[in-house]
């Protein structure tokens, strides 16, 4: 079997053109591709394929294997009876087979099924009657093209090629061509298949071409686009063998215009998460029960009538405010914000920013850095609810809940009525089981107490001894205070019958209170003055004693400390002393005896040994000065 490989898809794609139309006859167990061991091999070197997709698409092969030997089973005849090649056929067969599979060493193309127009040299031999190029349009050609007599290239002998085999060899041919380039058009024509495959015809103002997308292709990428929408399309030139159409297999997709905004948008989308605003740690979670509501949405727009249709069928308790702004053009933006703080200023308990589908381009407004960070910035909790099930945006990361519609928004911020009736009357079936069980217990305490309980007719007696005995003492009480307050108002009328008796009693009471308060104004007068005398006493001795102690440290100093007057003495004697030294090394003390110094012309005293014949010197004396010049020097000896 050839080792050529080829994607999963193209074999899945294979496969079920056969199983479709049932044309067992036309199908060729050799083909490249059905080689899944080689698909295999190469899914399993393809090092950047990340695991969990490499799992699916050996899952994918094992079905693959499965259907092959359905359809081995289906065309035994067909395989059986397939006619040998003649040996003018066998150079393009064996070089087929003996073409080297693609490694994962090669240089890195833009796209998995890439290839230029020297590897198709390469790998496709061409026709005798095609000149050899090295490049597509001729580029890098070593010859040019030469388009030889038909008497020197097909030979009579050979077996002509069927429409299906040279429709198969311009399908090789075509492979690897537009794999580096983005298609633009308008889609038309568009069909969708049970399986999920997707055809549908690209054209421009000029031109038109096939194109399907498979739906193992569409597995990331959906084919969400309608009827007359501007894409952008990447795949590789293909020709459907049955309708012998030249068509474009597509491997991804975009809406024309859109790769700078795709961009734009996972760049903010990176930097907003760096920044920690996509953090679920800083959502805030939505009231349990939503008693008013703030949409912000264009009051023109759809979404705003799918919200209150929505609440008022769901939730018709909820109060419903308006934020209105704008949600799409250049404006959009700053509307969306100022319209996001006036809801949050509104003291509702959630928000709801919706708005209904559109383009990408028409979404903008809610990729906008701003709204972003308004959004984060909000102390309400915020529910968005933009575009479609399949339009995410920039805000549906930052907001606390992510709704797909608007209608999925405005059922996301609380349970229906029937929720709530069905709660509320679950919590009054929980009451009267409650108020059932309370009177349960109360029935078995009266039970247990009656039990306890005396007969009715001995615990009333019991009852009125108790209480007759009560009202004995209560009325004992009560006459004696009646008695005592009878014999005190007694006395008083004895004193009032007599008034005069009465105030010499008073007034003889008063004469005794004056003398017994003099008399403890006299003793507490004496306790201060006696308190007084031992004070006055005690500092009296106090400041004896301090005196002693003062004078006794004096006489204890004056001992120690030296005596002045003989220091003065002592130091005035050793002053006119050192007067007496001075004035005799006084050096013009000899001058006032009349002698004379010499002195040099610098004034230098000058010895006399050290005078010499001729020199002028100058004699000091007292009262002046004179020059002179010495004439001869006589020295006498020592001691003569």
């Given amino acids: 079997m050839s080792s050529f490989i080829r994607p999963a898809d193209d074999c899945v794609a294979y496969v079920e053109s056969f199983e479709r139309v049932e044309s067992f006859d036309r199908f060729d167990p050799e083909d490249p591709l059905c080689d899944?061991?080689?698909?295999?091999?190469?899914?399993?070197?393809?090092?950047?394929?990340?695991?969990?997709?490499?799992?699916e698409s050996l899952r994918?092969?094992?079905?693959?294997?499965?259907?092959?030997?359905?359809?081995?089973?289906?065309?035994?005849?067909?395989?059986?009876?397939?006619?040998?090649?003649?040996?003018?056929?066998?150079?393009?067969?064996?070089?087929?087979?003996?073409?080297?599979?693609?490694?994962?060493?090669?240089?890195?193309?833009?796209?998995?099924?890439?290839?230029?127009?020297?590897?198709?040299?390469?790998?496709?031999?061409?026709?005798?009657?095609?000149?050899?190029?090295?490049?597509?349009?001729?580029?890098?050609?070593?010859?040019?093209?030469?388009?030889p007599e038909p008497s020197a290239v097909v030979s009579t002998d050979s077996e002509p090629l069927t429409v299906t085999e040279a429709l198969e060899r311009c399908r090789r041919a075509l492979e690897g061509l537009l794999t580096d380039f983005w298609i633009a058009g308008e889609a038309t024509d568009l069909h969708r298949s049970a399986a999920g495959h997707t055809y549908f015809r690209l054209k421009d103002a000029t031109g038109v071409i096939s194109c399907v997308y498979f739906a193992g292709s569409a597995r990331n990428a959906p084919a969400d686009f309608r009827q007359g929408d501007k894409i952008e399309i990447r795949g590789w030139a293909d020709i459907f063998v049955k309708g012998g159409d030249l068509q474009i297999r597509v491997a991804e997709w975009r809406r024309a215009g859109l790769g700078a905004l795709y961009e734009a948008f996972l760049k903010l989308k990176a930097q907003l998460e760096a920044e920690g605003l996509f953090d679920p740690a800083g959502k805030t979670p939505l009231p349990r029960f939503v008693r008013r509501v703030a949409v912000v949405t264009s009051a023109r727009g759809a979404a705003l009538q799918d919200v209150v249709r929505t609440l008022r069928r769901r939730t018709p308790w909820?109060?419903?405010?308006?934020?209105?702004?704008?949600?799409?053009?250049?404006?959009?933006?700053?509307?969306?914000?100022?319209?996001?703080?006036?809801?949050?200023?509104?003291?509702?308990?959630?928000?709801?920013?919706?708005?209904?589908?559109?383009?990408?381009?028409?979404?903008?407004?809610?990729?906008?850095?701003?709204?972003?960070?308004?959004?984060?910035?909000?102390?309400?909790?915020?529910?968005?609810?933009?575009?479609?099930?399949?339009?995410?945006?920039?805000?549906?990361?930052?907001a606390d809940v992510r709704a797909s519609t608007p209608t999925a928004a405005a059922e996301s911020i609380s349970a229906d009525l029937a929720h709530w009736r069905m709660r509320v009357e679950g919590a009054g079936e929980a009451l009267a089981r409650g108020l059932d069980r309370h009177i349960e217990q109360a029935a078995v305490r009266i039970d247990r107490a009656e039990r306890h309980f005396p007969e009715p007719a001995r615990f009333f007696e019991r009852a009125t001894e108790r209480l007759a005995a009560?009202?004995?003492a209560r009325r004992s009480v009560t006459d004696a205070r009646f008695a005592g307050l009878a014999a005190r108002l007694d006395g008083a009328a004895g004193r009032l019958a007599s008034p005069e008796a009465f105030l010499s009693a008073q007034i003889r009471g008063l004469e005794r209170a004056e003398l017994l308060l003099g008399a403890r104004i006299d003793a507490v007068l004496g306790a201060c003055d006696a308190r007084l005398e031992r004070e006055k006493h005690a500092r009296d001795e106090a400041a004896r004693l301090q005196v002693d102690r003062n004078a006794r440290r004096l006489a204890a100093a004056e001992r120690w400390m030296p005596n002045a007057r003989r220091i003065t003495e002592d130091r005035a004697a050793r002053l006119a002393i050192l007067e007496r030294t001075l004035a005799a090394l006084d050096p013009d003390r000899p001058l006032r005896a009349g002698y004379v110094r010499l002195e040099d012309a610098t004034g230098t005293p000058v010895l006399g040994s050290h005078l010499a014949a001729g020199e002028r010197v100058r004699l000091i004396f007292e009262g002046g000065s004179a020059g002179a010049r010495i004439e001869d020097v006589a020295k006498t000896e020592p001691g003569s």
């Fill in 318 to 398: 909820i109060r419903i405010d308006l934020a209105d702004c704008l949600v799409q053009g250049n404006e959009s933006a700053e509307s969306i914000v100022r319209a996001l703080r006036l809801a949050d200023r509104s003291g509702a308990d959630a928000i709801l920013l919706v708005r209904g589908g559109g383009s990408l381009e028409d979404l903008q407004s809610f990729n906008d850095e701003r709204v972003a960070r308004a959004l984060a910035s909000l102390r309400t909790p915020v529910v968005t609810g933009v575009g479609h099930e399949t339009d995410v945006t920039i805000v549906d990361f930052v």
């Fill in 60 to 147: 994918a092969l094992a079905a693959i294997r499965e259907r092959l030997e359905n359809l081995r089973k289906a065309a035994p005849e067909r395989i059986a009876k397939k006619p040998a090649r003649k040996t003018s056929r066998k150079t393009t067969g064996q070089a087929l087979s003996e073409r080297p599979p693609e490694r994962a060493s090669d240089a890195p193309r833009a796209h998995p099924r890439a290839l230029d127009w020297r590897e198709a040299s390469r790998r496709f031999p061409v026709p005798d009657c095609v000149g050899q190029s090295g490049g597509a349009n001729g580029a890098g050609s070593t010859s040019p093209a030469i388009r």
């Fill in 36 to 55: 899944v061991e080689a698909i295999e091999r190469a899914m399993l070197s393809d090092a950047p394929r990340a695991g969990s997709r490499r799992e």
């Fill in 470 to 472: 009560v009202v004995r």
